[in-house]
């Protein structure tokens, strides 16, 4: 499925991984079932009895606050028959009944009343287990919300390993910490997810695909640079993407089509942060956006302001998005409308530049038919070898080359769990897989 | 907003404007847009006008400077889309999409000194990429009568959708 070669300098991986249904069946299997998936982020249920539906990996959900203020998700499935449960897509509730036969259900998962329950062998252990399930892991780091549908996953902060400080910064940034806005973006894609993945971890493409967007960016005064852009694979299949030549950032990098109020806004808001946080933190917070994929279903574009965005994989060529925006909490009122107007200019499906990159991840699917079930089958790999040069050599991965998608594409193979699925050839240099010392 | 008050006339500075005359108005913009006529589209705004598409959970009341949208231009973003879009560089509409638009429903309502509100239902059907997908909503506009007819001061294009479907992207003018 993918072929290493550090004789060659060659990544290749097979283009089956986006169009097999098989694949996609082991991905739900291994990937979706066995892993951290990102659920949604606290503040979209900010108050007791606010709930959300959700389809992560396929299976139907609940994410609820209960009563008591704790945080859940449920499989929206009633224990009874299996009926779905919730079928709005949101509000606040303390109960939950199904209309099928009114079993009834608190917002903590309890049974709270079966009609004519005396037909049933009436024990506390009858009603114990006829509670709402729960997934069976739930874990919260600076308010996003990862859930497993299995019981075994390493603890949380483990499998985000290095990605969790860069979530942590995002955090970090506003003095009275972030929170979702309502008006998510949900929109569908014909394309493998796997491909978004790559396209968000691929500085490569920033200047043909979204030249349109540069342009706009080069005529409203700002200079549009590929220097000092790096691209880090911070192991688990997370990656990262270090960018500081392009846009400005609201409340961070001024530029001149955010005007004068925002010019002093920023620099009021950048001493703060040098004396909330320390000149080194500050720096690594505020000067530079950040392209963060957490593995499998999370991707953070800290750039110009915050998206947060989640992929759902819906079959082998379509992937189902959700995004929401992350605001300072307590945001001047024209800072948030800059920012939602500057955000949406260019991320999301009726941006300047995110229709281009849809553009470019569908043209992939339907591109790769060409090399389907060749008979020269050498040809049905795309390739992916950007940077393995710099990689022997031990220079860091600059964001146009390739080596986050490496770093992707390793785990990825591992938690589908093929055998044979990764051939190396040649020795692999020790050091590629260094994240970065930013605290 | 305020209940509709007249169907058919609102008084706006010092005019009768009559609901053919808003009809004629959205159709001809219909027209330009599915002719790919982006400078004729420009020409049916007044300068600091504003183009919105507030995201498909969107609810009545809702303000796009504090919640996500799809759309959030101002006036110089509407000339940088439609910069973007005349460019062979957009790739998402290289080749442009072909669209065809009905208007219908149209209602014309609250008015100020110099502006009034219509709202209208639109279907869209787009043809691209060997696909074809509707788009179903309705308008939410703000117009200003002008010497030289209407003119758009808020063009605001609110789905009918749960979500936006497979390919449906909004690289096109809804
Ligand atoms: S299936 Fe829900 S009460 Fe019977
Ligand atoms: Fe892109």
């Given at each position: 499925?993918?072929?290493?070669?550090?004789?060659?300098l060659t990544f290749r991986v097979?283009?089956?991984?986006?169009?097999?249904?098989?694949?996609?069946?082991?991905?739900?299997?291994?990937?979706?079932?066995?892993?951290?998936?990102?659920?949604?982020?606290?503040?979209?249920?900010?108050?007791?009895?606010?709930?959300?539906?959700?389809?992560?990996?396929?299976?139907?959900?609940?994410?609820?606050?209960?009563?008591?203020?704790?945080?859940?998700?449920?499989?929206?499935?009633?224990?009874?028959?299996?009926?779905?449960?919730?079928?709005?897509?949101?509000?606040?509730?303390?109960?939950?009944?199904?209309?099928?036969?009114?079993?009834?259900?608190?917002?903590?998962?309890?049974?709270?009343?079966?009609?004519?329950?005396?037909?049933?062998?009436?024990?506390?252990?009858?009603?114990?287990?006829?509670?709402?399930?729960?997934?069976?892991?739930?874990?919260?780091?600076?308010?996003?919300?990862?859930?497993?549908?299995?019981?075994?996953?390493?603890?949380?902060?483990?499998?985000?390993?290095?990605?969790?400080?860069?979530?942590?910064?995002?955090?970090?940034?506003?003095?009275?910490?972030?929170?979702?806005?309502?008006?998510?973006?949900?929109?569908?894609?014909?394309?493998?997810?796997?491909l978004a993945v790559e396209n968000a971890m691929d500085g490569y493409h920033f200047a043909p695909t979204h030249n349109?967007f540069v342009?706009?960016?080069?005529?409203?005064?700002?200079?549009v640079t590929d220097d000092n852009q790096y691209a880090y694979n911070?192991?688990?299949?997370?990656g990262l993407l270090v960018l500081?030549g392009h846009?400005?950032?609201?409340?961070?990098?001024?530029?001149?089509?955010?005007?004068?109020?925002?010019?002093?806004?920023?620099?009021?808001?950048?001493?703060?942060?040098?004396?909330?946080?320390?000149?080194?933190?500050?720096?690594?917070?505020?000067?530079?956006?950040?392209i963060?994929f957490?593995?499998?279903?999370?991707?953070?574009?800290?750039?110009?302001?915050?998206?947060?965005?989640?992929?759902?994989?819906?079959?082998?060529?379509?992937?189902?998005?959700?995004?929401?925006?992350?605001?300072?909490?307590?945001?001047?009122?024209?800072?948030?409308?800059?920012?939602?107007?500057?955000?949406?200019?260019?991320?999301?499906?009726?941006?300047?530049a995110?229709?281009d990159d849809?553009e470019a991840y569908?043209a992939v699917?339907?591109?790769?038919?060409?090399?389907?079930?060749?008979?020269?089958?050498?040809?049905?790999?795309s390739d992916m070898s950007r940077g393995m040069a710099d990689e022997?050599?031990?220079?860091q991965g600059r964001s146009t080359d390739e080596g986050a998608m490496r770093g992707f594409w390793?785990?990825?193979?591992?938690?589908?769990?093929?055998?044979?699925?990764?051939?190396?050839?040649?020795?692999?240099?020790?050091?590629?897989?260094?994240?970065?010392?930013?605290? | 907003?305020?209940?509709?008050?007249?169907?058919?006339?609102?008084?706006?500075?010092?005019?009768?404007?009559?609901?053919?005359?808003?009809?004629?108005?959205?159709?001809?913009?219909?027209?330009?847009?599915?002719?790919?006529?982006?400078?004729?589209?420009?020409?049916?705004?007044?300068?600091?006008?504003?183009?919105?598409?507030?995201?498909?959970?969107?609810?009545?009341?809702?303000?796009?400077?504090?919640?996500?949208?799809?759309?959030?231009?101002?006036?110089?973003?509407?000339?940088?889309?439609?910069?973007?879009?005349?460019?062979?560089?957009?790739h998402?509409?290289?080749?442009?999409?072909?669209?065809?638009?009905?208007?219908?429903?149209?209602?014309?309502?609250?008015?100020?000194?110099?502006?009034?509100?219509?709202?209208?239902?639109?279907?869209?059907?787009?043809?691209?990429?060997?696909?074809?997908?509707?788009?179903?909503?309705?308008?939410?506009?703000?117009?200003?009568?002008?010497?030289?007819?209407?003119?758009?001061?808020?063009?605001?294009?609110?789905?009918?959708?749960?979500?936006?479907?497979?390919?449906?992207?909004?690289?096109?003018?809804?």
């Open positions: 499925m993918i072929v290493e070669d550090w004789d060659q097979n283009r089956e991984a986006y169009r097999s249904a098989e694949i996609f069946t082991r991905e739900r299997g291994w990937v979706w079932t066995h892993t951290w998936l990102y659920l949604g982020h606290e503040t979209e249920i900010p108050n007791p009895n606010d709930f959300k539906v959700r389809t992560l990996g396929g299976r139907p959900l609940i994410f609820c606050r209960d009563t008591a203020g704790e945080v859940h998700a449920f499989l929206n499935s009633c224990p009874h028959r299996g009926t779905v449960l919730c079928r709005e897509s949101e509000g606040s509730t303390r109960l939950f009944q199904c209309f099928y036969h009114a079993w009834t259900f608190r917002n903590n998962g309890d049974l709270a009343a079966i009609p004519d329950a005396d037909a049933y062998e009436s024990t506390d252990e009858f009603k114990a287990s006829m509670g709402l399930r729960g997934v069976p892991r739930l874990e919260i780091h600076e308010g996003y919300v990862f859930v497993a549908f299995d019981p075994d996953v390493p603890p949380l902060l483990e499998h985000l390993g290095d990605a969790a400080d860069y979530m942590t910064m995002i955090e970090q940034q506003h003095v009275g910490g972030m929170t979702t806005l309502p008006g998510t973006q949900q929109y569908s894609v014909r394309g493998n997810w796997k349109t342009g706009y960016l080069r005529e409203s005064g700002f200079a911070l192991g688990n299949g997370h500081t846009g400005g950032r609201i409340s961070m990098i001024w530029e001149p089509r955010f005007g004068e109020d925002e010019r002093v806004r920023t620099e009021q808001h950048r001493a703060e942060m040098a004396e909330r946080l320390g000149e080194k933190r500050a720096h690594y917070v505020a000067d530079e956006s950040h963060l957490v593995f499998p279903n999370l991707l953070l574009f800290d750039i110009e302001g915050l998206s947060i965005r989640q992929l759902e994989p819906v079959a082998p060529d379509q992937t189902d998005v959700r995004a929401w925006q992350l605001v300072p909490r307590n945001e001047d009122p024209a800072a948030r409308a800059l920012r939602m107007k500057t955000v949406v200019s260019f991320v999301g499906p009726g941006g300047l995110t229709p849809i569908e699917q339907r591109g790769i038919q060409a090399t389907a079930d060749t008979a020269v089958p050498e040809l049905d790999y022997v050599k031990g220079v390793r785990h990825w193979i591992e938690a589908v769990g093929l055998d044979d699925g990764l051939a190396v050839h040649g020795d692999r240099p020790a050091s590629f897989l260094e994240g970065r010392d930013v605290r | 907003m305020t209940a509709i008050t007249n169907t058919h006339t609102v008084q706006c500075q010092g005019r009768t404007i009559t609901r053919p005359e808003v009809e004629d108005f959205l159709y001809g913009e219909a027209d330009i847009l599915d002719h790919w006529d982006y400078d004729g589209w420009l020409a049916l705004f007044e300068p600091g006008a504003r183009y919105e598409i507030p995201t498909t959970d969107y609810r009545p009341g809702w303000s796009p400077h504090e919640t996500g949208s799809f759309v959030d231009d101002d006036w110089d973003l509407i000339l940088a889309r439609v910069k973007r879009l005349k460019s062979r560089k957009a998402a509409e290289n080749p442009h999409s072909r669209t065809h638009r009905l208007v219908s429903n149209v209602r014309l309502s609250e008015h100020t000194e110099d502006s009034f509100r219509v709202s209208a239902s639109f279907v869209v059907h787009r043809a691209r990429d060997g696909h074809f997908d509707a788009y179903v909503g309705w308008y939410e506009h703000v117009l200003v009568p002008t010497e030289d007819g209407l003119r758009f001061r808020l063009r605001r294009s609110i789905l009918g959708h749960e979500s936006l479907a497979a390919g449906a992207r909004l690289s096109f003018i809804l």
